[in-house]
């Protein structure tokens, strides 16, 4: 009887443990991702500074900030869209999750009304 029991808690709370192993996952993705830009960043900046306190003429030095930044977009905008990625498969499998729990749950109180409506009749 507890084993029944214990093994029906476990089923009905595998949507909640696969809800929080899917947030796990993408948090740790997005961990990933932030460390991987912050690293680029600093790394490009300190090139950056290193090319700029070489240059002795204005120009060169506004043609070196405008393809740091130029630079630096794409890189921010590669890596929003990894984010976004990320955050967008973890929807797809709460999503998923949420649906067929909900599922699982319809069908379980549709067959309890009829196995009620059985016995009753």
Request: a negative charge; glycine letters at 0%; proline letters at 2%.
């Amino acid at each position: 009887m507890y084993d029944q029991i214990f093994n029906d808690i476990k089923t009905r709370m595998q949507p909640a443990l696969d809800l929080a192993e899917t947030n796990k996952k993408m948090m740790e993705q997005l961990i990933e991702l932030q460390k991987v830009s912050t690293h680029e960043l600093v790394n490009a900046s300190l090139e950056q500074f290193k090319a700029l306190s070489q240059v002795k003429e204005p120009k060169a030095a506004l043609d070196l900030q405008v393809a740091f930044y130029k630079d630096l977009e794409s890189k921010m905008t590669a890596a929003a869209e990894k984010s976004i990625a990320v955050i967008s498969e973890a929807k797809d499998v709460v999503t998923s999750t949420v649906e067929a729990s909900a599922k699982q749950a319809a069908d379980e109180v549709s067959a309890a009304v009829k196995k009620a409506t059985g016995k009753a009749a």
